[in-house]
């Protein structure tokens, strides 16, 4: 039995040898991290979970002596939020041999909107904002996420390190949506196409703890 059991914990050590884990809790793009160490090179797959959510009012108000009542108001509150998941696969490389270490990495990424959701005060209003939502996600095309970074690790302990990194986020995106109609006689018929696409970059900061094992 403890032939068994040696055998066991010493395949687990063998396989886990070289495993490296993080995580960045800081910064817009909260990240972890799982890979292996091979040398000073860590390939490794990342999860980044991003959440948005926010609050739109419209109110409106107009005077006609002609109107009965001369004065109307109205208005509408949209509430609506997001997640986006982005997974990256990518090289972190690490200099150097005493506890401070400096390092560089590059990912790249395909996200996915992962959730999206809007509700507006008029419930005769709601079945409008559905369908919106509805082709924002058939619409909704590739998605490519890019992130480079530099920084320094401190080694605290023989497995544990802290470190601060300054990155970079490259994000492009777009869509393509046609809207058509045609009369059941065909004496008329239009069609719409909007293809829409943008790209954002920013730079950050963020803060990694490591555990290699």
Not at 40 to 60: D, E, F, H, Q, T
Not at 85 to 94: D, H, W
Not at 191 to 197: A, G, K
Request: aromatic residues 16%.
């Amino acid at each position: 039995m403890r032939v068994i059991t040696s055998l066991i914990l010493l395949t687990a050590c063998v396989a886990f040898a070289g495993v490296a884990f993080g995580v960045n809790p800081i910064g817009p793009m909260p990240e972890s991290y799982i890979g292996y160490k091979i040398g000073p090179v860590v390939p490794y797959l990342s999860l980044s979970l991003v959440n948005a959510g926010g609050r739109i009012a419209y109110y409106w108000e107009d005077y006609d002596e002609y109107y009965d009542p001369p004065y109307r108001e109205g208005g509408d509150t949209i509430t609506f939020s997001g997640s986006v998941l982005a997974p990256t696969l990518g090289t972190k490389l690490v200099f150097g041999s005493s506890e401070l270490k400096p390092f560089v990495r590059l990912s790249a990424g395909i996200p996915f909107l992962l959730t999206l959701n809007a509700e507006v005060s008029d419930e005769d209003e709601q079945e409008d904002i559905d369908e919106v939502i509805e082709d924002i996600r058939e619409g909704l095309g590739t998605t490519l996420l890019l992130t480079g970074g530099v920084g320094v690790e401190y080694y605290f302990a023989e497995r544990f390190s802290i470190g601060g990194e300054f990155n970079y986020h490259y994000l492009s995106s777009g869509g393509e949506w046609e809207y058509s109609d045609t009369a059941s006689d065909g004496s008329w018929w239009w069609r719409d196409v909007y293809d829409v696409s943008g790209r954002i970059g920013g730079t950050s900061a963020g803060l990694w703890l490591n555990y290699y094992f």
